[in-house]
């Protein structure tokens, strides 16, 4: 469906949306209401928690953002919003569209951030 390359600089993309500044200045372990006063219980018998996600690339995740503003439409965005940054599982019922209008407005993104990255490899090339 979507290269695995387009993929992971969609993943890129979003890891750089979620690493911006929070409208709050509380750290990102701390809540953001009256439950911060809740202790958790010993974490004896918990899994180890999963790995970090690596750093995003700026300058790779500006390139998809630039192609989010400039030559998306509303359902294209909606759809890589849902899918990316948000994480839904079932993102086509989230945009009240069908399974397959979702599909065909993440392929668009997918053929549109590839052609981005192409033409930024170009104009570096010349």
Not at 27 to 37: A, L
Request: proline share 10%; net charge positive; hydrophobic share 35%.
């Amino acid at each position: 469906m979507i290269a695995e390359w387009i993929n992971e600089e969609l993943c890129n993309w979003a890891r750089w949306c979620h690493s911006g500044p929070q409208p709050i200045p509380f750290p990102p372990d701390h809540c953001r209401s009256i439950e911060y006063r809740w202790i958790e219980p010993s974490d004896l018998y918990k899994e180890a928690p999963p790995p970090r996600q690596p750093s995003p690339n700026r300058q790779r995740a500006e390139i998809v953002h630039r192609v989010y503003l400039e030559r998306l439409t509303d359902r294209e965005r909606q759809a890589i919003k849902v899918r990316y940054v948000w994480r839904d599982p079932k993102p086509w019922k989230h945009m009240r569209v069908g399974q397959a209008a979702y599909e065909a407005a993440l392929i668009t993104v997918a053929r549109m951030v590839g052609e981005a990255f192409r033409e930024s490899q170009a104009s570096r090339c010349a």
